[in-house]
């Protein structure tokens, strides 16, 4: 009876042994997984940034834009970041939003996310930053002369230790945090309130300029013609900006 019982033990430790370590085609759970779970965490569907491939040009992924195109949404700023183009926007630049309860509730929301840390929630250049010393220095607007086009043209570009927040807001964001801070400069001044305008209001306002300028020009605002007239109107303005 013993030496079955031997015989069978040794034939199970035989056993265990081939197949934990026998066999040299046996996989290793550590080191290779034979199922991969979610394979496109690993595998990308899409393209990389600069992968290789013969199907681009240059055997490279990431290729420039077409010449002459501009992101979608983008629109061309003709004042230059310099003290010419600044003077520049802060005389001719004026807020093409109409100045409404909501632009300016929205202008306020934006405002306390970008420019409250420094500028303070008032303005008055008693930011969080500054209260606790990690930056010095920000005037409050009540000592600046500054106008809706100046404030969006250093938003746009930045100024001293300020940078641009052209990559973090919209064209239409920009205008309406000058609203805000507009009022804000307008409050610490002690001058009087901006009046709102009501949606239609502005609405009939744009439509009775357009009809204007049509008549005036004699031309229809929505045709060629009107086109290449702002095309027009837009170099002789970049250029006279380059001038100053």
């Not at 019982?5 to 035989?14: D, E």
């Not at 303070?120 to 607007?141: F, M, R």
């Not at 609405?203 to 031309?219: F, K, L, M, P, R």
Request: hydrophobic content about 30%; some cysteine; overall charge negative.
């Amino acid at each position: 009876m013993n030496r079955y019982f031997q015989t069978f033990i040794y034939a199970f430790a035989s056993l265990m042994i081939i197949s934990c370590g026998g066999d040299s085609n046996a996989v290793d759970a550590k080191s290779n997984r034979s199922v991969q779970y979610f394979p496109n965490m690993y595998e990308s569907v899409g393209y990389e940034t600069y992968q290789e491939g013969d199907i681009f040009e240059g055997n490279v992924e990431a290729q420039l834009p077409v010449e002459g195109t501009v992101n979608r949404g983008w629109l061309p700023y003709e004042y230059a970041n310099t003290n010419e183009g600044y003077a520049s926007a802060k005389a001719e630049l004026t807020n093409p939003l109409p100045y409404t309860e909501e632009n300016l509730a929205t202008g306020q929301e934006l405002y306390n996310i970008y420019c409250a840390i420094c500028h303070g929630t008032k303005g008055d250049g008693q930011g969080h930053l500054v209260k606790t010393e990690k930056i010095l220095g920000v005037p409050s607007y009540a000592d600046r002369d500054i106008s809706q086009g100046s404030i969006y043209h250093v938003m746009y570009w930045g100024i001293n230790y300020m940078g641009s927040y052209a990559s973090q807001t919209s064209i239409e964001e920009r205008w309406q945090i000058a609203h805000h801070v507009d009022a804000l400069t307008r409050e610490l001044k002690g001058q009087d309130v901006k009046e709102f305008v009501t949606v239609q209001n502005a609405q009939e306002d744009i439509s009775g300029t357009d009809s204007h300028a049509a008549e005036d020009h004699g031309v229809d605002m929505h045709g060629e013609n009107a086109h290449d007239g702002d095309h027009d109107s837009q170099e002789e303005n970049h250029s006279s900006t380059e001038g100053e």
